[in-house]
């Protein structure tokens, strides 16, 4: 079943492309969230239609009161741009021209929701967490290297739980007593099922790995005195809705951080330094697509504030691959977090204030872009591009 929402002004139709994919997170039974000039509309499987229908017109009607800026893009180099076309984010997909020199090839995206590599495929992807480790160096970044679960006072000192809830994963374990791990093994022996003796275990997998660092910074008691750089490279998880899980959305995934840490104009001005090295490396590897301002997926409506403060400070960055009119997905973030973070973790210097920010570099998002651009096959990708990768 379908449920259409009519969309009355292009204003309308912006703050619906806004919320589009957290719509999804309205049921698990929603299979498609689309978005044209005049509506919205969601396509649903389940047998709730009547709530489901109820709960989406609900929760459009209470965004659509919400206060938001456009999107502005800052850099294109698409086709389109070159020949005078002004991009709107509103209406992205239907302004880009399909493309005949793409392969449109991906790497396997498995059910469980992460990439399986082969070949050149894996090859690639040490290749690319190369370029970015040497870009963290060039900017004199400190090395770490954090585990992938999080307990339970990081997870809820993050305020990552509180705002993203639909994106979290938390852990659940057996307990160490011997009369539940035979019941256990009677249970899974008379293949029934064993829920019931799982709990939770008070550790979470992490959604990014940038906490882990004012963790570090907190518990140590150090205050930065001027720009602190750091960088890590790990796995991240994040309950994606079951539709969207594609080439291009896993729940699990590679991410290089880049995080720095100062006085607000210096943490400014690393953000431009970072995006200029980026923006110059996406064009070098081959790849189409624009920067633009953007926003965190919250999802209570109570949070749009934040998406408007998001937007209004030009707090986040995206760079976006959109090398045709069948992909564009953000591979790169650029975030500024004032002193919230700072804050929250109680990093504070006596005079003064203390900023931070983070760039997040999605190594498989990086590598399905540079796949769906060159293909599979790397002996057959343009020279330059492999020089750039494989020195």
């Known amino acids: 079943m379908k449920l259409t929402y009519p969309l009355k002004s292009s204003r309308e139709c912006m703050k619906a492309a806004e919320i589009a994919d957290t719509v999804y997170f309205l049921s698990e039974n929603i299979t498609?969230?689309?978005?044209?000039?005049?509506a919205l509309e969601v396509s649903y499987s389940g047998d709730r239609w009547d709530q489901v229908r109820e709960d989406v017109e609900a929760?459009?009607?209470d965004n659509l009161k919400t206060r938001l800026k456009h999107r502005t893009v800052l850099r294109d180099n698409r086709e389109q741009q070159a020949a005078g076309i002004t991009p709107d984010s509103q209406t992205r997909s239907a302004q880009r021209q399909p493309s005949t020199s793409t392969k449109k090839e991906t790497a396997t995206m498995s059910e469980s929701g992460g990439l399986v590599l082969k070949h050149d495929e894996a090859l690639l992807e040490r290749a690319l967490d190369q370029l970015f480790y040497d870009l963290a160096l060039r900017l004199g970044s400190e090395l770490r290297r954090y585990p992938s679960f999080l307990n339970l006072p990081q997870m809820m000192r993050s305020g990552y739980a509180y705002h993203y809830p639909q994106n979290v994963y938390a852990l659940s374990e057996i307990p160490h007593e011997r009369a539940v791990l035979e019941e256990y093994r009677q249970l899974t022996e008379s293949r029934s099922s064993t829920v019931e003796l799982?709990?939770?275990?008070?550790?979470?997998?992490?959604?990014c790995l940038c906490f882990h660092l004012y963790d570090e910074l907190a518990e140590t008691g150090h205050i930065p005195e001027g720009l602190e750089?750091?960088?890590?490279?790990g796995r991240c998880y994040r309950h994606e809705h079951r539709a969207r899980v594609?080439?291009?959305?896993?729940?699990?995934?590679?991410?290089?951080e880049i995080m720095f840490v100062g006085e607000p104009s210096q943490v400014t001005a690393m953000r431009e330094t970072i995006v200029e090295h980026v923006w110059e490396l996406f064009n070098e590897l081959g790849l189409k697509g624009y920067l633009e301002t953007?926003?965190?997926?919250?999802?209570y409506q109570e949070d749009s504030i934040m998406k408007f403060y998001q937007q209004s400070g030009a707090l986040k960055y995206e760079l976006r691959a959109a090398p045709d009119g069948a992909s564009d997905?953000?591979?790169?973030?650029?975030n500024l977090c004032g002193d919230v973070l700072c804050g929250a973790y109680h990093i504070q210097p006596t005079h003064g204030?203390?900023?931070?920010?983070?760039?997040?570099?999605?190594?498989?998002?990086?590598l399905q872009a540079l796949l769906y651009v060159h293909g599979r096959e790397v002996q057959s990708w343009p020279a330059d591009v492999r020089k750039r990768l494989f020195p």
């Not at 939770?200 to 997998?205: C, I, Q, V």
Request: glycine share 8%.
């Open 246 to 256: 594609k080439a291009f959305r896993g729940r699990e995934f590679r991410m290089r």
């Open 59 to 61: 929760y459009v009607a």
């Open 198 to 207: 799982f709990g939770h275990s008070n550790l979470y997998l992490q959604p």
């Open 32 to 38: 498609d969230v689309q978005v044209s000039e005049h």
């Open 353 to 366: 204030e203390l900023h931070s920010g983070c760039v997040g570099l999605g190594i498989d998002r990086w």
């Open 294 to 299: 953007a926003t965190d997926p919250f999802f």
């Open 229 to 233: 750089v750091y960088s890590a490279e």
């Open 329 to 334: 997905t953000a591979i790169a973030s650029f």
